[in-house]
């Protein structure tokens, strides 16, 4: 159980990303510690940071002797990033088929609907083959 002090899980890199999104500029830790307001330590918001960059969800840049952190080019925003993580996880697999054939197949009609009418939008790639 998550205790009162306790965040649950993905939430402080939710805050970090909502903090950066509306920054639109890149910001160093401190500034992002102080947008996130309460108790949190500057070293929880660098273990934080460092690992949004390990997973490629923030770019840094070098300001002095620190970082400045912001939003890689695909994880914008919310629906960026959730795309983000989609390719990732099908990276991550072999059996590309049979992933795409189940996440397909647990689409409600609509969301099918949705994805079958952005993938007829989609330009046909080079030389004619079929996607």
């Not at 960059?53 to 960026?80: C, M, N, S």
Request: glycine residues 10%.
């Amino acid at each position: 159980m998550i205790g009162p002090q306790r965040r649950h899980p993905g939430e402080l890199e939710a805050g970090v990303l909502a903090v950066l999104w509306a920054a639109g500029a890149p910001l160093a830790p401190a500034a992002i510690q102080h947008a996130l307001g309460g108790d949190l330590a500057r070293t929880t918001v660098s273990t934080i940071l460092t690992r949004l960059h390990r997973k490629g969800v923030l770019v840094r840049t070098r300001v002095g002797r620190a970082f400045a952190y912001a939003p890689a080019q695909e994880a914008q925003d919310a629906p960026g990033l959730a795309a983000r993580r989609m390719r990732s996880e099908l990276e991550k697999e072999v059996d590309r088929q049979t992933v795409l054939a189940r996440f397909v197949s647990g689409l409600s009609q609509d969301d099918e609907r949705l994805l079958r009418g952005l993938l007829n939008e989609l330009p046909e790639p080079p030389g004619g083959e079929g996607r």
